[in-house]
């Protein structure tokens, strides 16, 4: 009699889900278009030069919320890069971006740890437009009082 060993199969079911996800046209959280490339990167798969920082500041900088938002979540997943940090942090004094938006600048300067931030980012404390236990989590993880994660919490 032979058994099944679901060890095998489990494994392949949780690689073809996560697969559908990565790939999916439909936006799952707060990223959508760079969310594949930026994994593959983040996993040492891809090399560099397929995300540059020029483009996710471009991103940054326009007016769509969509690209904005995966902009800002792409450069907190990516090696911290002095040029898009200055990007992020003049992301936060911008009066049109919409305040969830703001949140995911907030977590990736958290992300990547970017003490030049810390000032700009403790002025905001108090602040109702941006929510306060992200941007206390963010100035503790820049701090180094709290590990960095992997995906926003």
Do not use: C
């Not at 020029?54 to 800002?72: E, F, H, K, M, Y």
């Amino acid at each position: 009699m032979s058994r099944i060993r679901p060890f095998p199969f489990i494994t392949t079911l949780v690689l073809l889900g996560v697969a559908a996800v990565a790939f999916s046209p439909y936006r799952i959280g707060p990223f959508r278009d760079f969310r594949i490339i930026v994994y593959l990167k983040y996993w040492g798969v891809m090399r560099p030069s397929v995300v540059s920082g020029d483009v996710l500041i471009d991103r940054l900088a326009s007016n769509d919320p969509r690209l904005q938002t995966d902009a800002a979540f792409s450069i907190g997943v990516l090696p911290k890069d002095p040029r898009t940090v200055r990007a992020l942090i003049g992301f936060l004094d911008r009066p049109d971006v919409a305040s969830d938006v703001k949140d995911v600048a907030v977590w990736s300067l958290g992300e990547l740890r970017a003490r030049e931030a810390l000032p700009n980012l403790r002025s905001r404390i108090g602040n109702e437009r941006y929510d306060q236990e992200n941007l206390l989590r963010a100035v503790r993880k820049i701090e180094g009082r709290i590990p960095r994660g992997v995906l926003p919490e």
